[in-house]
């Protein structure tokens, strides 16, 4: 199983240029999340999605936006980078929203130079 | 911002030594899970706490669920070089669809 997938693995982008992180999981999971990650700071929770059709803000979500394509799929789009948004980001499922404990599985990231 | 505090942020250890990470706050959570992150990936969930008062092992890992439901705490015992990596407490609370995640506990085992 391929479990969480993230493209691209790498990418350097020039201030003002936008790109979209593409998420998909093969796992029939209803809620995925976007996380950034910056030295000493941890996971920062940007926007998440508890199910099929809906997306809310989290922790950090100024200068993002995001799509649920479909149960798979959930991208993350910087319309116009900036440096601050230089981070390693993190794609994630879980079996479902809301409560009971849920346990997130994470893609193996995406680092993101802004220039 | 970030609810937890998770500390030490960073342990050098011997091959060996046993290890001890813990997790506060201040709100009440009903859920807490440690998660190891190797460099270069993402985190992989170690355990999962449910109940306050719960400790559960896995390996030569194991957590607890504070009585007072605002800690948790990681033991890892005879460390080995494959410990090394970023450690990071997360809780839920009660009526919350998010985790919240600790900055992280960066472990260093020497030979």
């Known amino acids: 199983n391929a479990g969480v997938t993230q493209t691209p693995k790498f990418q350097v982008l020039k201030t003002g240029q936008s790109m979209t992180l593409q998420c998909a999981q093969d796992m029939n999971h209803n809620s995925m999340y976007w996380y950034r990650q910056d030295p000493g700071m941890g996971l920062r929770l940007i926007y998440y999605?508890?199910?099929?059709?809906?997306?809310d803000k989290g922790e950090v979500p100024n200068g993002y936006n995001v799509s649920r394509l479909n149960k798979r799929e959930f991208s993350l789009r910087l319309e116009s980078a900036a440096p601050s948004q230089t981070s390693v980001y993190f794609c994630?499922?879980?079996?479902?929203?809301?409560?009971?404990?849920?346990?997130?599985?994470f893609g193996s990231g995406t680092q993101l130079s802004v220039l | 911002g970030q609810q937890l505090n998770q500390s030490p942020q960073s342990m050098f250890i011997q091959e060996g030594e046993d290890v001890s990470m813990n997790c506060t706050s201040s709100?009440?959570?009903?859920?807490w899970l440690w998660y190891k992150q190797d460099p270069g990936e993402g985190p992989v969930l170690l355990i999962a706490?449910?109940?306050?008062?719960e400790l559960t092992s896995n390996g030569r890992l194991t957590a607890q669920f504070g009585i007072t439901r605002k800690d948790s705490f990681l033991n890892i015992s005879a460390s080995i070089p494959s410990d090394v990596g970023i450690y990071f407490c997360a809780g839920r609370k009660g009526g919350s669809e998010k985790l919240v995640f600790g900055k992280g506990t960066k472990l260093t085992v020497n030979p």
């Open positions: 999605s508890a199910s099929e059709g809906t997306t």
């Open positions: 709100s009440i959570f009903n859920t």
């Open positions: 994630a499922s879980s079996a479902r929203g809301g409560g009971g404990g849920e346990k997130l599985f």
């Open positions: 706490l449910y109940k306050a008062g």
